[in-house]
């Protein structure tokens, strides 16, 4: 295998959470490449929360200023694509889609997940704007609105007494599936909460903002924004092919690692993997300086 550079640290994916691990690993004067597809999960949010002292700020800042201060420590970023990974003597070997191929002793995957939505026609476009899946996220932004909550699965009730707590006009659109019965339809009724039968066609969008859904026997609910339940697909693949999240020598950062964290919980995670290379590498430094030793004192 023709290796083109090697680095102490490779990082797959330049988001909160791989930069920050590349932060940690630069200040330790680590040799750390990282490698970015350019396709952040928030890339459709205007704004990200509750990151403290970033409040409301852009998620393309936030990268932005990241991969400016990493750059201080020495850390190259370089926008391209992995597309293959394997293990190779010392540490892991990685094919790049320009075909090049780089090696590290160290690998942090930080390549975040894809969110699946209903497959409703519109909901997509609209995604990250006012098709919301997160209050802590973007509650605040929608307080007070009327909200729809498109029922996909068996916790559209829990997502609607979640965002009770935002505007006290909160409607589930079942959206084919059956009617909340017993404690359940309780809760909602307690909470003023009702629910539309049937299902839906299409979102509609006015002047680009949402204004309701459109259901199939032609009638429309009024809402302000909407509310889904996603399924985060992570693509595991350069994990598989490097043994697993036990594999040593391999840190899963970010919602790679957890899903349903936020940016600064993924920042968090970044940081303490980083940490956690840098010990271990030195380790493997003073292993390798200590028989280095003994053979010279021999």
């Known amino acids: ?89 010392g540490g892991f070997a990685l094919g790049l889609a320009d075909g090049s191929t780089v090696s590290a002793r160290r690998l942090v995957l930080a390549t975040g997940v894809v969110d699946v939505l209903p497959q409703v026609p ?25 909200l729809g909550v498109v029922a996909s699965g068996p916790d559209c009730v829990e997502r609607a007494l979640l965002f009770r707590q935002w505007s006290e006009d909160v409607v589930i659109l079942l959206n084919g599936r059956p009617a909340p019965q017993g404690e359940d339809a309780e809760k909602l009724a307690a909470r003023g909460i009702r629910w539309v039968p049937g299902a839906i066609a299409r979102v509609v969008v006015e002047d680009d903002a949402v204004t309701g859904v459109e259901l199939a026997d032609g009638g429309t609910v009024d809402r302000k924004a909407l509310v889904v339940t996603t399924v985060p697909i992570p693509d595991t693949t350069l994990l598989d092919a490097v043994g697993g999240p036990d594999a040593p020598g391999v840190k899963v950062v970010g919602n790679a690692a957890t899903p349903y964290g936020g940016v600064l919980a993924s920042a968090a995670d970044g940081v303490m993997a980083g940490t956690l290379l840098n010990h271990d590498l030195v380790q493997e430094d003073t292993a390798a300086a200590v028989a280095e030793h003994r053979k010279e004192a021999a």
């Open 1 to 89: 295998m023709d290796i083109n550079e090697s680095y102490d640290v490779i990082v797959v994916g330049g988001g909160a959470a791989g930069l920050s691990a590349a932060l940690v690993l630069g200040r330790s004067r680590r040799s750390v490449l990282v490698i970015d597809a350019g396709e952040p999960r928030n890339a459709s949010a205007d704004h990200m929360h509750n990151y403290l002292g970033r409040e409301g700020a852009r998620p393309a800042e936030l990268l932005a200023d990241g991969r400016e201060e990493v750059g201080r420590y020495g850390v190259e970023v370089r926008d391209g694509r992995v597309s293959t990974a394997a293990r190779a003597r």
């Open 122 to 146: 519109g909901l997509e476009e609209r995604f990250g704007r006012d098709v919301l899946h997160c209050p802590y996220c973007h509650g605040w932004e929608v307080a007070g609105l009327p």
